[in-house]
């Protein structure tokens, strides 16, 4: 199938470590994001990789690096993991060389990261 | 900050249509409206989108006014399924990469 899909979709950890979540699509898209969605349901943006290029880089702690190898893929890493980084996070994408109405981010299925 | 503004809840009965509102209103002349869904924990669901033209697809119909400072999202049979959060977004139409700003959007009760 066609379709953004992460991995993996739980992960429970303890403060402190190292951890890394990964997305790939398969829609031929130039251009992946990462979005967190917190307790409160608020979702935002943190990253947005064009072509393995760092777009869009919003207040984010250095902590989290995100890593493109290829524009079909664009992984999360999270260094010394805290409480507060418990969250629902979602890898988008979309093909906004299309321009106008092309620009439709698809969401993957998210990854519930609780931190203990 | 989000740039929409719609309200916290609603309820629909099964089988009638559901009106989902938002309010856009500095929206600009390039913007674009869109609409997406949330049911549960998944991912946002896209919908539908639009320019000025009212739009439809095999889900929903959007209705944008004249001034384009408020659209309506239409699910015209509502189901059971339809039970979601459903966020109104607008973002520039020029080609580029965009974040979507995602507000606390309008939880959707559909009852049966």
């Known amino acids: 199938d066609t379709a953004v899909s992460q991995t993996p979709k739980y992960l429970v950890t303890q403060m402190g470590n190292d951890k890394s979540i990964k997305c790939e699509q398969n829609l031929g898209h130039d251009t992946m994001y990462w979005y967190k969605q917190d307790s409160k349901k608020f979702l935002k943006i943190m990253f947005s990789?064009?072509?393995?290029?760092?777009?869009i880089n919003e207040t984010v702690p250095n902590r989290f690096s995100p890593k493109s190898p290829d524009k079909a893929h664009l992984n999360l890493h999270i260094n010394s993991l805290e409480l507060g980084d418990s969250a629902v996070y979602f890898c988008a994408s979309s093909h906004p060389a299309g321009g106008g109405s092309k620009d439709t981010q698809y969401f993957g299925p998210g990854t519930r990261l609780t931190v203990l | 900050d989000a740039k929409t503004t719609q309200p916290p809840s609603m309820d629909c009965a099964e089988g009638r249509a559901a009106n989902l509102p938002c309010n856009h209103s500095t929206i600009s002349g390039n913007e674009y409206v869109y609409w997406y869904r949330q049911i549960h924990s998944q991912g946002p669901q896209y919908i539908i989108h639009?320019?000025?033209n009212n739009e439809t697809n095999e889900m929903a119909s959007l209705i944008i006014t004249e001034d384009r400072k408020s659209s309506t999202l239409i699910l015209p049979h509502a189901t059971l399924r339809d039970t979601a959060v459903y966020y109104c977004i607008v973002r520039p139409g020029t080609s580029g990469t965009y974040k979507y700003i995602f507000g606390t959007g309008t939880r959707l009760k559909v009852l049966a």
């Open positions: 639009g320019l000025k």
């Open positions: 990789y064009n072509n393995k290029e760092l777009i």
